[in-house]
């Protein structure tokens, strides 16, 4: 009978040193793996959150140029003269050869003076060799623009393409780093002389 308790006994030990290690190598694993996991997750919502931003800072661009066409458009003596004068800055300020790192919009201490055409007294500067100055953003106002705020990380460019007499092609290119990458995203519309 002592036999056959001792045996038992000896069945009721615990665990061993290698199965404790085994069970928290096992653990960590998890755990290292569901972390990689999460921190994939969290890059790729940031990424995607930057990326609907840059999308809606392009079109932007976009809309502001279309609005300073509208604007030459229709408030100039004739059709023609406001294309001309639409045309000019456009081609001196954001198309090759003349500036063959695009422009941006200069809002730094915009004073509207001209009351029948406000978008005129919106200056379109060259950027400098491959480079346009990054766009800040001010949280008081939930704004991206050159005056004030912090460094948004955003850079805008606008470059202008003339296809025809009545036809030029405006691109807004953004662009951002992320981590270790440098990312942009690019929009393009054709605007027309569209008053005859």
């Given amino acids: 009978m002592t036999k056959f308790l001792k ?3 000896n069945k009721n030990r615990g665990f061993t040193l ?3 290690l ?6 960590t694993m998890s755990v290292l793996s569901l972390m990689v996991v999460l921190s994939n997750g969290i890059a790729n919502t940031t990424y995607a959150k930057k990326k609907i931003t840059a999308e809606y800072l392009a079109q932007e661009g976009i809309e502001e140029i279309r609005n300073m066409r509208d604007t030459y458009m229709l408030y100039s ?3 023609q003269d406001g294309w001309d004068a ?3 800055p456009l081609n001196n300020n954001c198309a090759s050869p003349n500036a063959p790192g695009g422009c941006y919009f200069n809002n730094a201490d915009l004073v509207f003076n001209n009351f029948s055409m406000p978008m005129a007294d919106v200056q379109l500067v060259p950027c400098k060799i491959l480079s346009c100055p990054p766009l800040k953003y001010d949280d008081t106002n939930g704004k ?3 005056d004030s705020g912090i460094n948004s990380g955003f850079i805008r460019q606008i470059t202008a393409t003339q296809i025809s007499i009545d036809e030029i092609k405006i691109t807004s290119t953004i662009f951002w780093t ?5 990312y ?3 929009f393009s519309e054709d605007l027309f002389n569209w008053i005859e």
Wanted: glycine content about 14%; hydrophobic content about 30%.
């Fill in 7 to 9: 045996q038992k006994n």
């Fill in 18 to 20: 290698v199965e404790t």
């Fill in 22 to 27: 085994v069970a928290i190598s096992i653990f």
């Fill in 77 to 79: 003596g004739t059709a």
């Fill in 86 to 88: 639409f045309k000019g």
């Fill in 144 to 146: 991206y623009e050159y």
């Fill in 178 to 182: 992320q981590g270790s990458g440098k």
């Fill in 184 to 186: 942009n995203v690019s």
